[in-house]
């Protein structure tokens, strides 16, 4: 039972949804698991190797199943199982709060990572820590990680997960964002003297990870004409509001 409780945090944590709905509830009143035999599996693997998490992380994460495209475009699967029981392809999901917080911090080069410490008061903006040091109660939210639907203080099972404008506005208009898009670009070219065409390659894998199409350098190349910091501040800051950037695909 208890590796199998694991399995399932893991998963959900992989996959943005559970083999067994009721995370709170494994057991007999709870929700059957989708997946019966992968949940053994996976709990056989986990006890044999001696519970080693960083091998069951492994396992998961080099697996068919993780390495799927998440597009929606074969219309065979959206019609027969439009709910992606069986996995055809991998369900996309956005990062957590505070790993959107952390991840503008570290392109910025700006994210203190060491371990340990106080508690960060929920006010202050200034902090470079990892969000996981904010103070966490029912009265006291971090401005930035509510709108990203933070984690709630009395469960750790799932997050919800919405989309509203306050999210699009946040990383539009909000200080550590434009921060980081402006701290990145000079990190990105500090002489300002890297073709408009070379930058636009170069901020795609920095912060999407992947190359840009043909028309995504046309298109972007064009808006930086003018070839100034500010204009190439806000090509970051339009990709750091990217489908690609704030979602695991």
Known sequence: LTARVIVNHLWNRHFGQPLVATVFDFGRKGTPPTHPE??????????????????????????RAYQLESSTARQDGVKTDPENKWLWRFPAHRLESQAVRDSLLFLAG??????????????????????????????????????FDDAGVQECYRRSESIVPQQSLALVHARLAVETATELRARLDPSGSMPPAAFVRRAFLVVLGREPLAAEVEVCAAELASDSAQSRAGLLLALLNHHDFISIR
């Not at 599996?41 to 006890?47: P, Y």
């Not at 990572?113 to 966490?136: L, N, Q």
């Open 38 to 63: 992968l949940l053994d599996t996976l709990a056989v693997e986990l006890m044999e190797n001696g519970w080693s998490l960083r091998r069951l992380h492994r396992l998961i994460v080099t697996s």
């Open 110 to 147: 700006r994210l203190d990572t060491p371990r340990g410490g106080p508690s960060i008061p929920v006010s202050d903006d200034s902090s470079r820590r990892r969000s996981i040091y904010f103070v966490h109660s029912h009265n006291d939210h971090n401005r930035f990680l509510s709108q």
